[in-house]
């Protein structure tokens, strides 16, 4: 296991003054816990991921590779992504945490790099109410289907200690409507040659480290039937332009046709 893993899933004693939480167990090391005991603290907590956590590191991640294998859209580019990254794990750990006494417990699955080379965090995930609900708020848009799958993995993806990352479900709304307050108070948005952007059409389904650095999708540009994502920052304060552009310059402008090549630039090696 990585060991920023472990430094990240702290809890906060006189040891170890600069821990995160109240409360963290190790579900994947705690065969001891019963489904009964995981379900009472986290309710939402499903059982595919409890008896994921109590078979061999091996099976754990081969399971899981497979589990996104199967519910994310074919897509070579991303395969090869996720073969990639399945290839570089140590570990994948499942926590039941708690950041205060009186906070509700929740669950993340941790992807361990080997060598130490980093770590990603995922949420359970959506519910088909959630993805429902979802698509009805951006009802003037059709959210492209390997995000919406990928959903169905994690609500909610981040890489090492990052706070914001990829937007779980329930907050994607609420996000874009402080993104759309961002915007309001910059001057009219355009592309990088000046061409005009509805700000409105974009949509920040990730956010850098808190930080106003967003990945959205576009909905003005659709390169392959699906609506693409491109790249924005507050210091910048414009979108690439997409005209004309190879994948190649695409990707080195960070605009990307699919939600999963952008996963895939996502997913490579931390440093």
Known sequence: MD??????????????????????????????????EAVEKVPHMTRGWYELAHISTKDRIDFTFE?????????PR?????????????????????K????????????SLSNNAGFYRGGLPAGESDIVQLQKFFDKYILPVDYLAFLQIHSGFWKTTDCTGIAPASLLPK?????????????????????????????????????PYYQCFWGE????QEMGNVYYSSQIKAIPSVSGLTNEDLI???????????LAFYLEPIG
């Open 3 to 36: 060991k920023h893993v472990d430094e990240f899933y702290q809890c906060l004693s006189d040891e170890s003054p600069h821990g995160k939480f109240h409360d963290v167990i190790k579900l994947h090391l705690r065969t001891d816990l019963s489904w009964a």
């Open 175 to 211: 996000k874009y409507v402080q993104f759309q307050e961002l915007l309001a108070k910059e001057e009219l948005l355009s592309t990088s040659k000046g061409e005009p952007v509805d700000p409105k059409a974009l949509i920040p389904f990730y956010e850098s480290f808190g930080m």
């Open 100 to 111: 205060n006494w009186d906070d509700p417990y929740k669950v993340e699955m941790a992807y």
């Open 67 to 75: 589990n996104w294998c199967a519910t994310m859209p074919y897509n």
């Open 221 to 224: 540009w659709y390169p392959e």
């Open 252 to 262: 080195a402008a960070l605009a990307f046709p699919t939600f999963g090549d952008w």
């Open 78 to 98: 991303t395969e090869f992504a996720l073969e990639h990254f399945f290839a570089s794990l140590d570990e994948i750990g499942i926590y039941l945490i708690q």
